[in-house]
């Protein structure tokens, strides 16, 4: 496969552009390395390397499509929690989830909402996704911030972890919580018939029965370990992405992880820029997007999936932006 040479300037290092196969220039745009005093012209498909807070502050208002944020959650585990076989849980103990206090978590989302919320584009969107440690202070925090609540999805996982002490219910969701910018930002995105004929012919309700991410989607390491320990599944993007963007938008995730927001947009052919703090995770997320061959049609729904070397499926691809 025909891949464009990319250049990058030793001081630009820290930026990550994703190289793309040529043939996808009807689909992507994709002509741009990144460079700080650039940005003001960025045109998607870029990691950039950073905290997302420093880095949002450089994005110029109104400029984002969509917003998809799946922030560190604050788990605070104290304890190893084993099986009843005395196998160790495999949990979320990582250093970018940890916070000194509630009030430092809350100084945080206060600072990256607020920058979410000033590049969001009046027609824009944002999604936001936590579990019950984290996602009611995020809520408080967007209203406060003069966010409007749309809709709060529940994703239902089919296939979650038990509670092994038997102390709780089996804790199987997580919540979505999808915002536009302000109340009066009527005219956001929501792509409702292709949603109901993604659901069978029936309107989708705001609870999404999708596994957590396992098997083959799940990017493993050369230790054969999880490269990420909260990598989510493609099906929650797809349908994020799907629902609230039209073709060649500009998707922005500040906490990229192993870039399934970024998989996702280009398979549906969106533009994404993603943020992430940590280069481990920046090298699996730009292996995992330069190594996309498949694309999704999203006019024939959506399953069908068409190689990117396929010279007819390029020819239904353009037709379908342009018709
Ligand atoms: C919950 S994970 C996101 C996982 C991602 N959705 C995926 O599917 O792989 C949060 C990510 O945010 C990153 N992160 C945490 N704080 C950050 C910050 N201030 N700026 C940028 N990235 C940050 C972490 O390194 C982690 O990879």
């Known amino acids: 496969m025909a891949i464009k040479q990319l250049q990058m300037r030793p001081d630009t290092a820290l930026y990550s ?58 788990m605070q585990l ?17 250093q970018w989830d940890k916070f000194g206090s509630f009030t430092d978590y809350d100084d945080f989302c206060i600072a990256w909402l607020t920058e ?17 440690h984290n996602i009611f202070r995020v809520g408080n925090i967007m209203l ?13 996982k089919t296939n979650p972890m038990p509670n092994f002490l038997g102390t709780r219910f089996t804790n199987a969701t997580e919540t979505l919580i999808w915002c536009s910018k302000s109340e009066s930002c009527k005219k956001y995105t929501f792509n409702h018939k292709i949603m109901k004929k993604y659901n069978d012919g029936k309107q989708m309700t705001s609870v999404w029965p999708i596994g ?3 098997g083959e989607e799940r990017i493993k390491g050369a230790d054969g370990k999880k490269a990420h320990s909260t990598q989510k599944p493609e099906e929650l993007l797809k349908r994020v992405i799907l629902s609230t963007t039209n ?10 992880g192993t870039g399934t ?6 398979k549906l052919g ?14 699996v997320a730009k292996k995992r997007i330069e190594n996309i061959t498949k694309l999704w049609i999203e006019s024939e729904w959506v399953e069908k999936e068409i190689s990117i070397n396929s010279p007819t499926s390029r020819r239904k691809s353009c037709s379908s932006k342009n018709g």
């Open 78 to 94: 104290k304890n190893d929690l084993y099986r009843p076989n005395n196998t160790k849980v495999d949990g979320v103990d990582d």
């Open 17 to 74: 552009k994703i190289a793309v196969p040529q043939q996808e220039q009807p689909l992507l745009c994709h002509d741009k390395i990144l460079l700080m005093e650039d940005i003001k012209s960025i045109q998607g498909n870029t990691i950039i390397y950073g905290d997302c807070i420093e880095k949002l502050k450089t994005v110029p208002n109104d400029s984002i499509d969509l917003i998809f944020a799946d922030p560190p959650y604050n």
């Open 116 to 132: 979410c919320r000033r590049i969001l584009k009046p027609t824009g969107s944002i999604w936001v996704i936590g579990s019950y």
């Open 212 to 214: 957590l991410c396992i």
């Open 144 to 156: 406060n911030l003069g966010f409007w609540i749309l809709n709060d999805v529940t994703w239902y």
């Open 270 to 283: 969106r533009r994404f820029i993603g943020i992430e703090r940590e280069q481990e995770y920046i090298a």
């Open 261 to 266: 927001t970024g998989a996702v947009a280009k």
């Open 247 to 256: 073709k060649n938008d500009l998707v922005l995730d500040p906490f990229f």
